[in-house]
């Protein structure tokens, strides 16, 4: 068979599939050569710990299961943890992918680091906001 | 879930009952040699001949020794561009094709440019149509081939063959066309449509795999490509597939003979098929020419979802289909067609071929499309591109 049974059955009943509101952390990445994207929406709490991850994928199969396996992973995860995920952690639990499918699990993994990307920038930015905030006063 | 629908015809066919009545003699009675001279031989020599007389009748050709029989499509189109272009090396070595063509042709131009040959692949517009003065301005002195497909695999739009022909006669240039998806789809008479070459296969039009012919009109030079048993005329070396022939000789009769009825039931099928799917289904575009194309092949791309995880939805409801998303190909590049289509590449990524077979019933259809709008609404849930904004 093309994809494995767990991938198969994953794919149908995908656990994090969705968006979220109020996700501080929002990733995207989007692979060039078959257009495939995937964004990741996470929320941080104050101990840098993610709570909640869920994803939205326009790709095969092997994305949409690789992204829900990357939420499984991140969540209760701090971020030093989260940014220590490999796309082989998520193969271990999908088990292999078809021939020239591996591009799907590396994405997985790129997508963590664009969605903690996303959150360091938003707390710069607030950071400089607070910043300008008590100069005026 | 038994249910069963296969809509993928456009890439094979099941074996119609008469084609294998046709062949089941020829594995076990009347086996023998095509080449012997003795009894057993003689038959298999007659059995070759019938299948040959058929389709020199189904496409209208003068002579039955005009028929190659080869392993295949792929085949008969390597035949037919490495043969001629060897052939005429002297006269030049220019060749013209278009960029939507079936990769037996498109691989075959590859490998004669790396021999010093000169290919232009011609774009084509946005319904997937080579346009005339493209090729009228693409001819050279030099330019001693020009193949062009009859009736595309993937989007269905029929070429304009008869004039694309006579374009070629004014310039004294020779004609190939890849008529596999052709057959039974259009009608073929490659003496009124002054077809010098064509390609055909038995395993689109209900024959078996494995087994294809080359028409050449007689006066054109080849070269063979396999060298051996001086078989076909020294042309195609290799012990003959004699209840493949068989087989192809009948599925070509059948089709060529039952186009007109065949075409109708197909066109019912797919207005019946864009009716409902426009019923139940928003933001899609049909793919390919709106009139000028093969009754039996609808290519579909669904806004924001991708092809593979349509096309896997859908065959866990029993429904096979293709795609032509860059995620089933092995190269991982999209379709060559729809690119030189011009589609956007997320567009393409979401194409879905369906390619009907005279088998559906109207249920099927139902069925089909209902499932189709779930796998749909499924996967646009979770899709971060929103359809409706494409």
């Keep these: ?137 | 879930m038994d249910r069963k629908i296969y809509l993928d015809n456009a890439s094979t066919t099941y074996v119609s009952q008469e084609v294998l009545n046709e062949m089941m003699p020829c594995f076990n009675v009347l086996y023998g040699n095509a080449g012997s001279i003795h009894s057993f031989g003689r038959t298999a020599m007659s059995i070759v001949d019938k299948a040959r007389d058929r389709i020199r009748e189904g496409i209208n050709a003068q002579k039955s020794t005009e028929i190659y029989f080869t392993s295949g499509g792929t085949e008969a189109d390597n035949l037919a561009i490495l043969g001629v272009a060897h052939a005429y090396a002297e006269k030049g070595k220019h060749i013209i094709t278009s960029q939507i063509e079936h990769h037996a042709v498109l691989n075959a131009c590859k490998q004669l440019e790396k021999e010093g040959y000169e290919v232009t692949y011609l774009p084509v517009d946005k319904s997937g149509l080579v346009s005339l003065p493209d090729l009228l301005h693409s001819i050279r002195k030099d330019t001693i081939l020009i193949s062009i497909m009859s009736v595309n695999n993937e989007v269905g739009t029929i070429q304009n063959i008869k004039s694309i022909a006579k374009i070629a006669h004014d310039y004294g240039i020779f004609f190939h066309t890849d008529a596999v998806q052709a057959i039974g789809q259009v009608k073929i008479d490659v003496q009124d449509m002054e077809i010098d070459l064509l390609s055909l296969s038995a395993h689109k039009i209900h024959g078996p795999k494995g087994v294809g012919a080359l028409y050449v009109k007689s006066g054109i030079k080849f070269e063979p490509i396999t060298y051996g048993g001086n078989q076909e005329r020294n042309m195609r070396s290799g012990t003959e597939n004699v209840p493949g022939i068989a087989g192809l000789g009948k599925a070509v009769e059948l089709a060529t003979k039952n186009y007109i009825i065949t075409n109708r039931k197909l066109k019912i099928i797919r207005d019946y098929f864009l009716e409902k799917l426009a019923e139940k289904v928003e933001y899609y575009q049909i793919n390919g020419h709106p009139y000028q194309k093969s009754n039996a092949i609808v290519n579909i791309s669904f806004y924001g979802i991708e092809g593979e995880a349509l096309l896997m939805l859908l065959d866990l409801s029993g429904i096979c289909v293709s795609t032509g998303s860059a995620c089933t190909s092995k190269s991982l590049l999209p379709s060559h067609v729809l690119e030189a289509m011009h589609l956007p590449k997320d567009i393409a990524q979401g194409s879905i071929r369906f390619s009907f077979g005279t088998n559906i019933s109207k249920a099927d259809v139902d069925y089909v499309v209902e499932e189709l709008a779930k796998a749909v609404a499924k996967l646009r849930a979770i899709s971060p591109i929103q359809a409706g904004r494409i």
């Design chain 1, 1 to 137: 068979m093309y994809y494995n049974r767990y991938i198969m059955e994953r794919f149908q009943y995908p656990t994090n599939a969705g968006g979220m509101h109020g996700a501080n952390a929002i990733g995207e990445v989007v692979k060039d050569n078959c257009t495939d994207l995937t964004r990741l929406y996470l929320k941080i709490n104050d101990k840098n710990v993610i709570e909640n991850a869920k994803f939205k994928t326009f790709g095969c199969c092997a994305s949409i299961v690789s992204a829900d396996v990357t939420c499984d992973l991140v969540k209760g995860k701090t971020i030093e943890e989260a940014l220590s995920i490999s796309n082989q952690d998520v193969i271990n639990i999908i088990g292999e992918l078809p021939d020239k499918k591996a591009y799907c699990s590396v994405m997985a993994e790129e997508t963590i680091q664009s969605a903690i990307d996303d959150f360091y920038k938003r707390k710069e930015k607030e950071a400089k906001k607070a910043l300008k905030e008590t100069n005026i006063d």
